[in-house]
């Protein structure tokens, strides 16, 4: 297929209109819950008070804003693809936001800003500052503002809202790759969100890792759940020539949250045994270095692609109660700085196309009862 048949066809899948919307508008859109703007991603997104007071300067300045996207569901809602912390904003300011329980929150009060520097302690309302707030006249031509809309339509293909998200939230974002695919989960299903984040936050398996606060911020830990449960029944050449590892757990983590026959249950009992045995063979060792007869440094993504993939491949032959299996795993761990076969490809040099074709079945032989 010629690249001009392949941007026709898939220009084909995608559905789009664009037109411009007052404020005011997407208030009534919004406290009619016509429009879902995920507050669960609010954990997500970090802008302090004075970037949300920039925010409503800029608005009240006549500073036009980026584009919101929003995709049209089924059920004629709309979907907030990008644009959520901006929303969040103006409707907490307005003090109609809700928060992932449906609860309305405290309204905000502004900051001074550089140009607006009067706008210190002012409210929307005097329900929130009875002595600073906006006037009748500021509230209409805050609410007349108009704003760029544009709408992925319900006749486009299932997955257009989601890789536009992944686009939108990757470009000059500053939030992790984990941290987009959370957001995306959230919107596929979000019961799938919430069983992968209770895995994550298991405690033998949070004990194993010895990350540090920083990366646990960032979803670190979430990442690794994630990549544990794709790259188990990842087949070898699966994983040869992969341009991306983050682009392919995107993918992979997608399919498997879209899909009705996965196991959850299977897996998460795999999940927990394979950590509950890692973490009675070696506690917080189990993804450092071992050197010099003591372990040393962090945590290791190499050893963890090892031990714990090695391990949950194996982990049906597996008893917790077997003090020989216990020490089956501690020997490994002990002895793979020794592991030519190891060595020669943990390095920081080799991409993940190269590493875990190698090192995922070296893995699964080492720790083979």
Partial sequence: MSLVDQIEEKRKEIHTDAYPMSIGELINLYADKELDIHPEFQRIYRWSEVQKSRLIESILLGIPL?????????????????????LSTIFSFIGIYRNEHGQIEPPLVLKGTEYLPALEGIAWSETTSPNNFFSVDLQRAFKREKVDLKIIKKESDDQTKYELFQRLNTFGSSLSDQEVRNCLLIMIDRTFFEWIKALAEYEPFLQTLTITGRQLDEQYHLELAVRFLILKGAGVADLRGIPDIGDYITKSIKIIASDPEF???KAAQDFRKTFNLLYTALEDNAFRKYQNNKYTGGFSLSIYEVMALGLGNNIQAYDINNQEHLEKIRTVSKGLLQEDRYVVKRGAG????DRLPHILPLGVELLRL
Wanted: proline share 4%; net charge negative.
């Fill in 263 to 265: 196991d959850r249950e």
């Fill in 66 to 86: 980026p584009s919101f996207f929003v995709a049209q569901r089924e059920d004629g809602i709309w979907d907030v693809v990008d644009g959520l912390q901006r």
């Fill in 350 to 353: 080799y991409k993940a196309s």
